[in-house]
């Protein structure tokens, strides 16, 4: 099996900054792209950023210029540091990965459970 934890969120004014943090764990054999997305009260889940295996980035709009995305492939975590935050960015941020078990199995994509992050105005 595989876990991915996320941590790192909470309560934060706007112009404030988080910094989430998600570890995978369990049966690993490579990790591909990871992710961070994030779904809003009555809105659908949103890809945030992504970075791929070799640290190849990519922003959604909304947060460019204010959230770094980064990975640790040596601890199999990955990390958004949000900075200038936004009450538009009140949302459940989730974790994404496309891991590997064993050499010969096929990638398949896990989730966290998702850390809330509320900024207020």
């Known amino acids: 099996q595989v876990q991915l934890v996320e941590s790192g969120g909470g309560l934060v004014q706007a112009g404030g900054s988080l910094r989430l943090a998600c570890a995978a764990s369990g049966s690993i054999f490579s990790i591909n792209d990871m992710a961070w997305y994030r779904q809003a009260p009555g809105k659908q889940r949103e890809l945030v950023a992504l970075i791929s295996s070799r640290g190849i980035t990519n922003y959604a709009d909304s947060i460019k210029g204010r959230f770094t995305i980064s990975r640790d492939n040596a601890k199999n975590t990955v990390s958004l540091q949000m900075n200038s935050l936004k009450p538009e960015d009140t949302a459940v941020y989730y974790c994404?990965?496309?891991?590997?078990?064993?050499?010969?199995?096929?990638?398949?994509?896990?989730w966290g459970k998702g850390t809330l992050v509320t900024v207020s105005s």
């Open positions: 994404n990965a496309l891991i590997s078990s064993t050499w010969f199995s096929s990638t398949m994509t896990y």
